[in-house]
Nanobody
Framework: QVQPVESGGGLVQAGDSLTISCVAS????????IGWFRQAPGKEREGVSC????????YYSNSVKGRFAISMDNAKNTLYLQMNNLQPEDTAVYYC????????????????????WGQGTRVTVSS
């Protein structure tokens, strides 16, 4: 199992918090970077937050900076995205992806680059 598996999405109200998870194989976590992406209805997929598995560098998009936090539990092979103060514009399918080639977290997130993608988990924020 190389593809990540996301979970934890759901329906929340504006201002609520939600944490989504991504279980990755040891092989996936041995890649260079792993991150969260999202795709809202009718929009292109965008990078939300990416983190290096080698040096701890982390990237957040401007739209989530200060509200979302990415973290990794290596013992559980799990990547998390804690989302606070959710807004209707955060409504999207959230995907976890890992990058198998040397890539900065900025390039991975801004260019939406990943070699292993999960199936996504849907987050809906009502106003």
């Amino acid at each position: 199992q190389v593809q990540p598996v996301e979970s934890g999405g759901g329906l929340v109200q504006a201002g609520d918090s939600l944490t989504i998870s991504c279980v990755a194989s040891t092989r996936t976590l041995n890649t260079y970077a792993i991150g969260w992406f999202r795709q809202a209805p009718g929009k292109e997929r965008e990078g939300v937050s990416c983190t290096s598995t080698r040096d701890g560098m982390t990237y957040y998009s401007n739209s989530v900076k200060g509200r979302f936090a990415i973290s990794m539990d290596n013992a559980k092979n799990t990547l998390y995205l804690q989302m606070n103060n959710l807004q209707p514009e955060d409504t999207a399918v959230y995907y976890c992806a890992a990058r198998d080639l040397l890539t900065t977290v900025e390039i991975m997130c801004e260019s939406v680059i990943g070699d292993y993608w999960g199936q996504g988990t849907r987050v809906t924020v009502s106003s």
